[in-house]
């Protein structure tokens, strides 16, 4: 963005005449019927992320109007724009694969066209993170809009929602546990409205970071996306996109290493996604920090999780809207966060915070005192077996599971696993621990939320509900159990986790933050001479840059050109 001219004669096409430049983008965009008094007025990018692929997303339309409302209404142009959508269900190979791409676009669409600042509108898993790092890329003044979480549904009485009993009841579906009528019957209540999964997955967790970041309005992460208070608060966002152009407000005038640490503690406290970790370096990379995993785990020792919201508890999101969102979390937080950073309106969080007032009882948030997990929702974990980091949900796993030595069960990729995880002659117990490999940034490709390794069909059968299981993949953040995930590095970039056998011996030891591999080293050096990668060699279009250039997971899984 150039300082010096504003509006709709910045960003201009060169065609060596900038005089001409202008006049015939102003005769283009007369075609839409806009006169000169208007064409002088600041303009408000708005990025319009809605697709038939995309149900996260359904409600984009109306919000843009009521973005349109505020932007008109505080005297600016609003012009609204496409940029790649992504669906979690709805991306092969995963959704994570595509989330630089995204980031590409909405990075090079904000360069390319006129605009003095732009609205992100985002919402399932991955578009949030992808429309931050693009747009703090470019450091113009940008304002982040969620669609917003779905609401419950009933199933036979239950409250259900996506996507936390998606999985429970899959499992039990496996399990024999309910039958096939029953597991159609509660497909249809999963997701009974448009918007992000209604539980504290990726979707919420991303949404809460980017409020506590101070990268969207007070108090916009949690109210429903069918709910006329998430219409209101794009209304409200169309006027601060006006506001922060007029004044330049810009990403690097927000944000500091001090922001992201108290993102790192809100997202200890929800007992978030632990997919927020990957997103988080990704988008503090991009402003040139970098994450401290070792601090992270130091605060994980002192931030308690007190949200009750599903999988870490029983509630969700529009419980949480109703309890008071997070400025109530952020009140409970108080005296741990850093209270001088600023935010999108121009205010510190402490002046933030202040501003809020709760009268009402609720049991939603807890309090420190009274937690629902004496520590932070996840642990890192370190090893020969991760020798940069690996990741466990310790609010979402099995106490009887955080200090656990087992025989590893070892599964190649996705298509072994599915080939073998149900079979009768799979030798496997309840003691032992899986381990999914070749499911990491460049492993399969994309690092796609397979984590949740199935428990086998037949131990299943047994009443068996959690098993100690390894990948150097990701979980979805709606999901629970005792689960290590982003083991760094994967094993198609040749970490330890590609040298693991069947029969192998893994300790876990939660406390110690330990993951161990008993083999000898002399051993383990025997095996990396026959290990052949070659296959992870990608040929032609965005794969092929993909693999060449993308960073582990404790980086971000970002672009290494783009950090």
């Not at 959704?95 to 003095?116: F, V």
């Not at 599971?401 to 590893?408: F, I, N």
């Not at 290990?531 to 250039?549: N, P, Q, V």
Request: hydrophobic share 40%; glycine share 8%; net charge negative.
């Amino acid at each position: 963005m150039d300082d010096k001219k504003t509006g709709i004669k910045q960003n201009l096409t060169n065609y060596g005449d900038l005089g001409f430049s202008t006049f015939l983008r102003k005769s283009f965009i007369k075609g839409l019927g806009y006169s000169d008094e208007m064409l002088d007025k600041p303009i408000v990018g708005i990025i319009n992320t809605f697709s038939d692929y995309n149900s996260c997303h359904g409600n984009v339309p109306d919000l843009i109007q009521s973005v349109r409302a505020g932007i008109l209404a505080k005297g600016a142009i609003p012009l609204e724009f496409p940029t790649i959508s992504v669906h979690e269900a709805f991306s092969y190979p995963t959704s994570m694969y595509l989330r630089n791409l995204m980031a590409m676009d909405t990075e090079e669409m904000i360069r390319a066209q006129p605009m003095d600042s732009c609205v992100l509108i985002g919402g399932c898993d991955k578009t949030v993170p992808a429309q931050l790092m693009g747009a703090l890329s470019v450091d113009m003044p940008v304002i982040q809009l969620v669609t917003g979480p779905m609401l419950t549904g009933s199933h036979r009485g239950e409250r259900v929602g996506a996507c936390t009993d998606c999985r429970r009841l899959w499992a039990k579906f496996r399990a024999d546990e309910i039958d096939e009528a029953e597991i159609n019957e509660a497909n249809n209540q999963l997701v009974p409205t448009v918007g992000t999964c209604g539980v504290m997955g990726t979707a919420s967790t991303m949404a809460m970071i980017a409020e506590t970041l101070g990268m969207m309005p007070p108090d916009s992460s949690c109210a429903p996306a069918v709910s006329s208070e998430r219409r209101r608060i794009s209304e409200k966002t169309g006027q601060i996109a006006v506001d922060i152009a007029i004044h330049k407000r810009r990403p690097s005038s927000i944000l500091t290493a001090k922001s992201f640490e108290n993102a790192l503690m809100v997202l200890l406290a929800i007992g978030g996604s632990t997919n927020a970790l990957i997103h988080l370096a990704a988008i503090a990379g991009r402003m040139g920090i970098k994450l401290d995993m070792e601090s992270f785990d130091a605060l994980s020792r002192t931030i308690p999780v007190i949200v009750d919201l599903k999988p870490s508890g029983e509630g969700y999101m529009e419980d949480l809207y109703k309890a008071g969102g997070l400025p109530r979390i952020l009140l409970e937080l108080k005296d741990k966060l850093h209270l001088d950073v600023y935010t999108v309106t121009g205010k510190t969080l402490g002046q933030t915070i202040e501003e809020t007032e709760f009268s009402w009882q609720q049991t939603i948030v807890k309090s420190a005192a009274d937690p629902i997990y004496r520590e932070g929702g996840m642990a890192v974990l370190k090893g020969n077996l991760a020798p940069n980091t690996a990741i466990i949900k310790q609010s979402a796993a099995s106490d009887s599971l955080l200090t656990h030595s087992g025989r590893a069960v070892v599964f190649d990729g996705l298509e072994d696993l599915a080939n073998r995880i149900d079979s009768e002659e799979l030798d496997v117990y309840k003691e032992d621990i899986l381990v999914l490999r070749y499911i990491g940034p460049k492993g399969a490709p994309g690092m796609p939320e397979a984590g949740l390794i199935p428990i086998p069909k037949k131990l299943a059968r047994q009443g068996v509900k959690d098993m100690v299981r390894i990948s150097d993949g990701r979980m979805s953040g709606t999901a629970s159990g005792t689960i290590i995930l982003h083991v760094c590095p994967e094993a198609a970039d040749g970490g330890p986790l590609a040298l693991v056998q069947t029969g192998d011996k893994i300790s876990l030891d939660v406390n110690t933050r330990s993951l161990h591999l008993h083999v000898e080293d002399s051993e383990l050096a025997s095996r990396r001479e026959t290990l052949d990668l070659s296959r992870f060699i990608a040929k032609r279009g965005y794969h092929k840059l993909y693999m060449e250039h993308v960073l582990q997971a404790d980086e971000g899984v970002d672009f290494d050109f783009l950090v």
